[in-house]
């Protein structure tokens, strides 16, 4: 069983766990599907709004889509997240990545 049926198997037991959506996401990402982790991601965050790093690593995926403006959006939800969490890790990575961004849009 792989790593990812493992997961997804874990989800069904626990469909209120935020990370399990999160790490399932990954997997797809790594995976090179995208659009697939996007609606993992979302998941995520529909669970766990203040989950403040899956907004960074859903921009990534939307950023491996070339949709940047959608990438810089998700970024500046996940900023307003992480300093309304006091994560100051988490917003000044997002920050940082945000203003990466920026420069390509």
Do not use: V
């Amino acid at each position: 069983m792989s790593r990812l049926d493992q997961l997804q198997k874990l989800f069904e037991s626990e469909p209120t766990d935020a990370e399990l959506p999160y790490m399932i996401a990954h997997e797809y990402a790594k995976l090179g599907e995208h659009e697939t982790a996007l609606t993992w991601f979302d998941r995520c965050t529909a669970i766990d709004p203040n989950h403040c790093y899956c907004y960074f690593h859903k921009a990534r995926s939307l950023e491996s889509l070339d949709r940047i403006e959608e990438a810089c959006d998700t970024l500046r939800t996940g900023l307003q997240r992480a300093l309304g969490a006091g994560d100051a890790k988490a917003s000044g990575e997002i920050e940082g990545y945000l203003s990466e961004l920026a420069d390509l849009d």
